[in-house]
């Protein structure tokens, strides 16, 4: 089975506390640290268990600037076969739209059986793998948390539904899912893949290479307008609790008691 | 890019070094940057989330770890490819490690530290092809944990002075060990020992000893201050059987193996300190942008801040140097053919050349390191003093490593020590050097650089130049005035040493700096020039208050105060208002709310 899955390069949330920049346009960037996107990591960690159990390769493929071929190579060390980093200043300030339409000219120059996305990026709107679905016109599932090969040119996908539900179904190939955090458990990077990809050439592709021209993508082709960035305002009855984690246990379980929560 | 030169252990005090011939942190290629994450992306998820189990000393779980630690590969950056090891180079070795103990809190740090370190790299470079084969791969894999068995009872800084006898048997084939090794770190859970100790109750001699030997027995865990997720232990051998083939190198040579090895596990504990300085550094730093006093964040206030800002540029130093002494030690194996790097003997000048740069890294990244908690620990003020904050863990854990791989103060033997022999020995040019600035102080003033302040950071050039020569004299007047003496005189080998250690911390910080501004310029390179101003700023008054103590105590009373004169116009220093530098930093460590370079 061939596949492809779709990474991008986010501010890593766990190293980073997410700031609004002085003119409300976007976070603050600076000295952010980067990482891949967690759902991306555990949709590649699928990716290599299903090629290990039915055969084929691992494509990794991420479109950004020049520092998310970081993750492509990372996500190699991990076990996928091949990278490919969509690069161009045309793609900049692409929507979710944008970023479909470029991942979609890549997708048809191979041929991929199953396209993998992460459910949505830390930094993103959720968008790319659904759009990407709909302009191939291949199945889509979102939100899956179990993958099955079926011998029938089939998937069983199981998707998590309301009230910890699990729900599945059947998707034909080709198609393309969205993968939930928790579907297995991503392995680490070790020192020899690393070496092993450390000096892989990895393809750099343009929105010339893909055929597209520059109105497809980037701001001339974004469709979403970013208005403003903000905190949300305290609202009525909202509070923030503020102090260190046992000091915000206590505050909460007094309040708790004193709407009557708890007893 | 320019190669890099490759200096003589020692030469930076008399060398003109440009910032092309060191290697700094900024100059980590991908792969290294993949190797730290990688590194540290295991020790968060493994080790940092359940840090209590790590301090129960459970060896099931200690076993899972490195074990998982050896797939990863983090057990053999230094055992070579043939080995089942991953044979990286000295700055990747420094990576994992500092990763390391980032983020387990210093117990795994010091467990993986002591097996991949001074239990492995006995083998690694002292090893006959035979012994490699047996043993590299299962340390390598973790499926082996490995101990160093050098203090005895009455052989701790006296290493040699050990007790521990091994006798031939009478068929040749083996030799009986007896004796008792005390302090063991894995001395619960190690599978294979090195062990020193002395053939015919003379010839000092290193052994490779497994658990299963007939005689081999640990003690009872030590209880210990810090570092309690470690197991610390006595050893004892008794009539144990060890075969002739696990003779490490050669009888009566194992001070060649001990010293040396202890040179490497030097430089990789300032890999690791540098680890905890990070860690520390980010905990103040949350701590301070959240707790609130008088209405404000306690990060505002100015004591605060420099603390905070003191904390990051003592890193920086301490991070400067263990990466630079990495990669310089990396080029000078990198001399060597891949035949001469099995020649066991050559392997062992070779890593000695570095001896007093390591013992450097130790003592200022393993003081820095407490400096650092201690600050920490300060700044949380009564919840520091608590365990429900991980500053008291991380206060106590530290200071172990200002007593292990040798005590700071056996360290500053070595420095001061190793100088003045390679000096006598016509292997380092300090005679010569003296000598220079005896003639320069004679001539009187030519300040011809002075006033030449067009570069930046040209003025803390010039100050870590008159360090320079200011050691230079000391040095002169402590060996001619007290000659064969000055051994005795430990205050002023102390002094010495502490000057030789300030100024390789101001010379890595210095050229790590001028390197970024040559190549990045202003606003990358504000942060690290602000860190070495303020850092030489300090440092140059101390050293010329050294270099006056030794004069005062080694000189004659009379040329006292003509030479003491001269101490001050070598430096020509004139402090700098340091606030504001101070300041700058503690802004961006708060934002950041971590080591930020």
Known sequence: MEILVCVKRVPDTS???????????????????????????????????????????????????????????????????????????????????????????????????????????????????????????????????????????????????????????????????????????????????????????????????????????????????RLDYFLPELGEGAEILEGTEEEIIDKLIELLKSKGGIK | MKKRRVFGGGEFLIADIDPEDIFTPEERTQEHQMIYQAALDFVKKEIQPDLDRMEEKDASHIRTLFEMAGELGLNSTDIPEAYGGEGMDKVSTSLVTEAIATATGASFAVAHGAHTGIGTLPIVYFGTEDQKQRY????????????????????????????????LSEDGTHYLLNGEKIFITNGAWADLFIVYAKVDGEKFTGFIVERTFPGVAHGAEEKKLGIKGSSTTPVVFKDCRVPVENVLFEVGQGHKIAFNVLNIGRYKLGASVVGGCKMALAEAAKYAAMREQFGKKIASFGMIKKKLADMCIRTYMAESMVYRMAAALEDLLNTKTPEERNDAALNARTIEEYAIECSIAKVFGSETLDFCVDELLQIHGGNGYTAEYPAERM?????????????????RLVIAGTLFRRAMKGRLALPDAIQGVREQLKKGPSKTDSGVQASPLALQKRYLASSKQIFLLAAGIAADRLGMQLEKEQEVIELLADMVIMIYAVESGLLRARKILAKKGGAAGDYHAAAVKVYVNDTVAEIVSKAKQVVAFAEEKERLPRLLGAIDHLAGFQPIDTIPLRRFLADKVIKQKRYPF
């Open chain 2, 395 to 411: 206060y106590r854990d530290a200071r172990i490593n200002r007593i292990f791989e040798g005590t700071n103060e056996i360290n």
């Open chain 2, 136 to 167: 590299l791969e299962k340390l390598a894999s973790g499926k082996w944990i490995a101990a160093y068995c050098l203090t005895e009872p009455n052989a701790g800084s006296d290493a040699l002075n050990a007790q521990t006898t091994a006798v």
């Open chain 1, 15 to 225: 190293e980073n506390e997410i700031t609004v920049n002085k003119d409300g346009t976007d976070i603050e960037r600076e000295d952010l640290v980067y990482s891949v996107n967690e759902w991306d990591n555990y949709a590649v960690e699928e990716a290599i268990r299903l090629r290990d159990k039915v055969g084929g390769s691992v494509t990794v493929v991420s479109l950004g600037p020049e520092d998310a071929e970081e993750v492509v190579r990372r996500e190699m060390a991990m076990g996928a076969d091949k990278g490919i980093h969509l690069m161009d200043a045309a793609f900049e300030a692409s929507d979710g739209y944008g970023i479909a339409t470029a991942l979609k000219a890549e997708i048809l120059k191979g041929s991929y059986d199953l396209v993998l996305t992460g459910a949505q990026a830390d930094d993103g709107a959720g968008q790319v793998g659904g759009m990407l679905a709909a302009m191939l016109q291949w199945p889509f599932a979102a939100l899956v948390n179990k993958v099955e090969v079926a011998d029938d040119g089939t998937l069983k996908v199981g998707r998590e539904i309301a009230g910890g539900n699990q729900e599945f179904s059947e998707i034909r190939l080709p198609c393309v899912l969205s993968i939930q955090t928790g579907i297995n458990e991503p392995r680490y990077v070790g020192i020899r893949g690393i070496r092993k990809v450390a000096s892989v050439e990895i393809p750099v592709h343009g929105a010339a290479d893909l055929g597209l021209s520059l109105e497809a993508v980037g701001a001339a082709a974004a469709r979403v307008k």
